[in-house]
């Protein structure tokens, strides 16, 4: 029998990735030098496996006074999709989830342009 995907509100899957978080200790050591891309990437797999998301993109953003990783991922589908917004500070620390709608990063605003972009392309093909 196959399993049905596992439908999450925001709030759910905000709560399940901070749960993720804290049972796998998914926060990773401050170290004197950078995270890594594959640490970044590993940590935000992780957590989005664990509520069905998608990632959509990361980045590494050095211009600021705070250099962080971002990534952008969605859960849900069709008008019920939501857009995350998941950030880490370079030398490690907590990973960030909040949505799209709350945030003040310019990812937040690229990620539905993306996701559409991306599903232009899934049908075209």
Known sequence: MSEQPVEYSVEEAK?????TISEDTVQLPQKDHPV???DFDEVVHG????????LLFTIRIDQTDQ???AAAAFIGEGEGRQYLVLTMPLTGGHLSVETAAKSKSP???IAAAYAGLADAFSHAA
């Open 67 to 69: 250099p962080h990783y």
């Open 15 to 19: 709560a399940a990735v901070a749960e």
């Open 36 to 38: 890594s891309d594959g």
């Open 107 to 109: 990812i937040a605003g």
């Open 47 to 54: 957590a989005l496996d664990a509520v069905g998301g998608t």
